[in-house]
């Protein structure tokens, strides 16, 4: 299978940084998009990463290491709209059929 | 404005019925993708379409059918077979190719199934 492993859920302060790691598994790795989903409602598209290193938009930064199967979603400056769920997926080249796989997704929840 | 649509946003059904979920997308997408979502989890694949007239089963096909007669319209039917649907169902498009925006779906509002 293609196992994309993220933590389950994460606390943070409003103004912090939190940091949401993804695992996966190498073999016909293809690129790796984050989402960010609130309850209840359909994912909204954060970023892309297919080459190794650090993509910044504004508020969010996401890191891939290819060769060590891992990514990171870094989020600063955090605001309580920032609570909701972040899904790592991974787009898989298959014999049988490309698609997109995803993680169980992390729930991050900002206190004031 | 384009995007995708899904509807009923809330569907009740009693047990051992049929019953038709729908999705339409005017992006012009080829591909499109149902996934099933449980409380607290993540997206799991049920079906997906490259192309008009073809799909594929994905990662949990079982108790689900799709058609895919026009290209803007992908509708999910769970059946009686399917042996806990309650969920919340994902309907998604993308571009066909090889580029980034082939592999980014754009998801639409989601229909929440709740089965008695």
């Known amino acids: 299978g293609q196992n994309i492993d993220q933590p389950t859920e994460m606390t943070a302060t409003e103004g912090a940084i939190v940091q949401i790691n993804c695992t996966y598994q190498?073999?016909?790795?293809?690129?790796l998009f984050w989402y960010q989903q609130h309850a209840g409602e359909a994912p909204t598209f954060l970023s892309y990463?297919?080459?190794?290193g650090l993509e910044e938009k504004g508020r969010f930064s996401s890191f891939l290491s290819r060769s060590k199967g891992y990514s990171y979603l870094l989020l600063k400056e955090l605001q309580m709209k920032d609570s909701a769920s972040y899904l790592c997926?991974?787009?898989?080249?298959?014999?049988?059929?490309?698609?997109?796989?995803f993680g169980g997704g992390t729930r991050v929840l900002v206190k004031p | 404005d384009g995007g995708i649509t899904q509807s009923p946003k809330y569907l009740f059904r009693k047990e051992g019925q049929n019953v038709t979920l729908s999705c339409e997308q005017n992006?012009?997408?080829?591909?499109m993708y149902w996934y099933r979502q449980d409380p607290g989890q993540g997206l799991r694949l049920i079906y997906y379409?490259?192309?008009?007239?073809?799909?594929q089963k994905g990662d949990i096909a079982e108790g689900y059918s799709v058609s895919r007669e026009k290209k803007e319209s992908f509708p999910l039917t769970v059946t009686s077979a399917q042996k806990n649907p309650t969920a919340f169902y994902l309907c998604?498009?993308?571009?066909?190719?090889?580029?980034?925006?082939?592999?980014?779906?754009?998801f639409g509002p989601g229909t929440r199934l709740t089965v008695t």
């Open positions: 379409s490259q192309i008009v007239n073809d799909f």
């Open positions: 992006l012009n997408h080829d591909a």
């Open positions: 997926a991974v787009w898989y080249l298959r014999a049988a059929g490309n698609k997109l796989t």
């Open positions: 190498t073999s016909g790795f293809n690129g």
């Open positions: 990463n297919v080459l190794d």
């Open positions: 998604a498009s993308s571009k066909s190719g090889t580029q980034q925006s082939a592999y980014e779906q754009y």
